[in-house]
C-alpha cells in the first residue's frame, strides 16, 4: 500500500507544469461553475418563494380584509336607514349598502374559487351559508322599511341579523387568519432555503480555496525548485 502512494506521488510530482496549470485552471472553473449553479438555484428558490407568498397569501389577505371591512360598511348602512324617518334617504343608505355588499363579493370570488387548502374551503363555505342567512334577514329588514313598518323592522334587525353576520365575519376572519399563517410559513421555508444555499456556496468556495492553494503551491514548487 505504502509503495504505491509512493509511487503515485511520485508520478505527480514528474507532472509537467503545462499539466499542472492546466489542472488548477480546470478547477478554477468547476469552482465557478458550481458557484454559478448555486446562485442560480438559490435565485430560482427565492423567486418560487416569494411569487406563493404574493400570489397565495399576500392577494388572498388583501382581498379578505378589504371585503371585511366592506361588509361591515354594508351593515353599517342598513343602521343608518333605520336611523332616519325619510323613506328617501332609508333607501339610498339601503342602496348603498346594497353596492358596497356587491363589490366585496364579487371579489371573493375568484379568491375562493382559487383556495386549495381544504380547512380554507371550509371556511369559505360556511361563510357563503351564514351570508346567505343574513341576506334573507337584510331583505325581510328592507322590506319593512319599504313598507313603513320601522319598528318592526329595528326589532327585526335586533333579533335576527347579528347571529348570521357575526358567523360570516369570523369565518372570513379565519381565513385572513390561514393567509398570515401561511406568509409566515412560506417566509421561514424561505429562509431555510437561504441557509441551506449559502452553506453550499459557502462549502463550494472553502473546498475550491484550499484546493487551489495546495495546486498553486504544487506548480509554484516546479518552478522554484532548483
Not at 30 to 57: C, E, F, K
Not at 157 to 167: S, V
Request: glycine share 8%.
Amino acid at each position: 500500500m505504502t509503495r504505491t502512494s509512493s509511487f503515485s506521488f511520485r508520478r505527480l510530482g514528474r507532472w509537467r507544469i503545462s499539466t499542472r496549470l492546466t489542472l488548477l485552471a480546470v478547477l478554477s472553473v468547476v469552482t465557478i461553475l458550481l458557484l454559478t449553479l448555486s446562485g442560480g438555484q438559490g435565485m430560482r428558490v427565492a423567486t418560487r418563494q416569494l411569487s406563493d407568498v404574493y400570489q397565495n397569501h399576500a392577494v388572498p389577505m388583501g382581498t379578505f380584509g378589504t371585503a371585511l371591512d366592506q361588509l361591515h360598511r354594508s351593515r353599517m348602512s342598513l343602521v343608518l336607514a333605520m336611523e332616519t324617518s325619510y323613506a328617501r334617504q332609508a333607501q339610498e343608505h339601503i342602496d348603498r349598502g346594497a353596492a358596497i355588499e356587491k363589490a366585496a363579493l364579487d371579489s371573493l370570488g375568484p379568491v375562493f374559487a382559487a383556495l386549495t387548502r381544504e380547512d380554507d374551503k371550509g371556511h369559505a363555505e360556511k361563510f357563503k351559508g351564514a351570508w346567505t342567512e343574513y341576506r334573507k334577514v337584510r331583505d325581510r329588514v328592507a322590506q319593512l322599511m319599504n313598507e313603513g313598518d320601522r319598528a318592526t323592522a329595528i326589532s327585526e334587525f335586533r333579533a335576527n341579523l347579528a347571529p348570521p353576520f357575526d358567523l360570516a365575519s369570523a369565518e372570513l376572519g379565519a381565513l385572513l387568519a390561514s393567509q398570515v399563517k401561511g406568509a409566515a410559513d412560506a417566509y421561514h421555508e424561505a429562509e431555510a432555503a437561504s441557509r441551506r444555499l449559502t452553506a453550499v456556496i459557502a462549502g463550494a468556495g472553502a473546498f475550491g480555496l484550499v484546493t487551489g492553494i495546495g495546486l498553486c503551491g504544487w506548480v509554484a514548487r516546479s518552478v522554484l525548485r532548483p
